[in-house]
């Protein structure tokens, strides 16, 4: 019985060790997060990384840290440089924000970094089908982003993005083989490439208006997301089958215009009052 009691007396303070070397280990984890971040809030982000990493050396399961860690190497990336250094910035931070993911599914700053990344990605690319599939992946993350975060502002209005990002282009395309330049009105001269077009977009880009809608039903003042509707009125205009319709649609894009620039000058008159209250109240 005795040695028993010792036998459990030794196994306890070894756990005891055990735990203290633990809380050893999180206390140094926590200490490179803080100096992490102050290099971070530097926009030392090299610097940064080291910490960071050191951190989540010491602990693997340390989520805070590995989102910055994912996040401080996606600040080193530069759209569209192909440099090797370049490119392990996007791959470790891809890495890093899937890690995060795989302890947390609904961390909807690793899902929204993601899918930026993607976005910034497509911005740097001259192919066009391989800037399409980039933004389908894009797609792919905001709308986890949306199914994860009803009310997400920028989920809603990303997918608006991408939704003129891929058919801006198509349009564009098909204009110019038509002869007609980006001023000329429209609709698209020829019936086919318009119902080919219809076909393929017009759902699509009813969509998008259905997300941009549901932006700025979440923020009233969304005036990028209201810039957008413009764009996707404006040129929708174009699969128009008669002069009144493709009319139509461009007076919705004028008013989305006008609302656009009547949020803009109401935020700019806000933050100038605010800038004159400031002054105000120093000089008392």
């Not at 633990?22 to 910490?51: E, H, M, P, W």
């Not at 894009?138 to 920028?154: G, S």
């Not at 929708?236 to 461009?250: G, H, Q, T, V």
């Amino acid at each position: 019985m005795q040695r028993s009691r010792i036998t459990v007396a030794l196994a306890l303070a070894g756990l005891a060790l055990a735990a203290l070397s633990a809380g050893c280990t999180k206390l140094r984890a926590r200490d490179n997060l803080n100096r992490g971040i102050q290099f971070f809030k530097g926009a030392k982000y090299a610097d940064a990384v080291t910490s960071f990493q050191e951190a989540v050396n010491l602990d693997p399961n340390y989520p805070t840290a590995r989102l910055y860690l994912a996040t401080a190497y996606m600040m080193q990336y530069i759209p569209g440089a192909q440099s090797p250094e370049n490119m392990a910035y996007v791959k470790n931070a891809m890495d890093n924000f899937n890690k995060v993911l795989e302890m947390n599914p609904k961390e909807t700053t690793a899902i929204e970094s993601i899918a930026s990344l993607n976005i910034q990605m497509s911005q740097g690319m001259s192919d066009l089908k391989e800037k399409i599939a980039k933004l389908d992946e894009a797609k792919i993350w905001y709308e986890r982003l949306k199914n994860t975060d009803p009310n997400n502002k920028t989920a809603y209005y990303s997918l608006g993005f991408i939704t003129w990002g891929k058919w801006y282009p198509a349009l564009m395309e098909a204009r110019g083989k038509l002869g007609m330049r980006q001023e000329d009105p429209g609709p698209l001269k020829d019936k086919k490439v318009r119902e080919q077009l219809r076909a393929e977009y017009w759902d699509m880009i009813g969509d998008g208006m259905k997300n941009l809608e549901k932006a700025i039903e979440i923020d009233k003042e969304y005036d990028d997301a209201m810039a957008y509707m413009n764009l996707l009125y404006r040129e929708r205009a174009d699969l128009a089958d008669n002069k009144a319709d493709y009319e139509k649609d461009i007076a919705q894009a004028e008013t989305w215009t006008n609302k656009a620039l009547d949020v803009k000058k109401m935020k700019a008159e806000r933050e100038q009052k605010k800038g004159t209250t400031g002054i105000v109240q120093e000089s008392k």
